[in-house]
């Protein structure tokens, strides 16, 4: 199993600022992810967080506005940038780790951001 | 268009109640179903399904996959409290990267 820690655990920004949010495994997994998951909805993929190399975007996100990093197999940072109340969310870090028989899926307790 | 879809998107029952949750799903390149248990934040992994006609058990907890029909679900018999949550689908595919949720099913269980 993977236990997966996020800092900050909620935040309030000023809108036109970034927040760096930091995603922390115990151990080692295979692949992380970024969701979001806006008020009453359920959670949307924002980008693959490649280990050394850029992360790959779902439709309707894009690198300037959610640059992510992930220096190593246990780490990784999405900022939120230029904030707008619409980006106000709770958003998830996700890691993929071998499980008993294949594969399982962990998430981070969550960032709630809110954009004033 | 893939999607992955979950009914009721709401109920209300009593505790002791027995309930079933369904998921259905149109996704090219399937290669299995999860299920979560959302409180709070953090979802809550329950089961990983990805074969059809085998039940995974946990507890009071089942889940069942048809790949046939292209739907799971879950059962939850004699309900308590704390099962009081949103119960997510979510299938992945064997290309590319993406998990793709459905809305959730809000559970309430009342005393």
């Known amino acids: 199993s993977a236990v997966i820690s996020q800092k900050p655990s909620r935040d309030i920004c000023q809108r036109g600022t970034s927040l760096t949010i930091q995603c922390q495994v115990d151990s080692q997994v295979t692949m992380m992810f970024w969701y979001r998951q806006q008020p009453g909805q359920s959670l949307t993929l924002i980008a693959t967080?490649?280990?050394?190399?850029?992360?790959?975007?779902e439709s309707g996100f894009v690198i300037d506005k959610f640059p992510i990093s992930r220096p190593n197999l246990t780490f990784s940072t999405l900022t939120v940038s230029n904030m707008s109340p619409e980006d106000s969310s709770i958003y998830l870090c996700?890691?993929?780790?071998?499980?008993?028989?294949?594969?399982?899926?962990?998430f981070g307790p969550g960032t709630r951001l809110t954009v004033t | 268009e893939d999607k992955v879809v979950q009914s009721p998107l709401s109920l209300v029952v009593h505790e002791g109640d027995t309930v079933t949750l369904n998921c259905s799903y149109e996704?090219?390149?399937?290669?299995?179903l999860l299920w979560y248990k959302q409180e709070k934040k953090a979802p809550t992994f329950l089961f990983m399904l990805t074969s059809s006609g085998i039940e995974k058990k946990s507890g009071r907890l089942s889940s069942i996959l048809d790949k046939k029909e292209l739907f799971s679900i879950l059962n939850i018999t004699a309900t308590q409290t704390g099962d009081s949550a949103v119960y997510l689908c979510?299938?992945?595919?064997?290309?590319?990267?993406?998990?793709?949720f459905g809305t959730g099913t809000s559970l309430t269980v009342i005393p």
């Open positions: 967080a490649n280990q050394g190399s850029e992360a790959t975007y």
């Open positions: 996704v090219t390149n399937f290669r299995s």
């Open positions: 996700s890691g993929l780790a071998p499980g008993p028989l294949s594969y399982e899926q962990y």
């Open positions: 979510a299938v992945d595919r064997n290309t590319g990267n993406q998990f793709y």
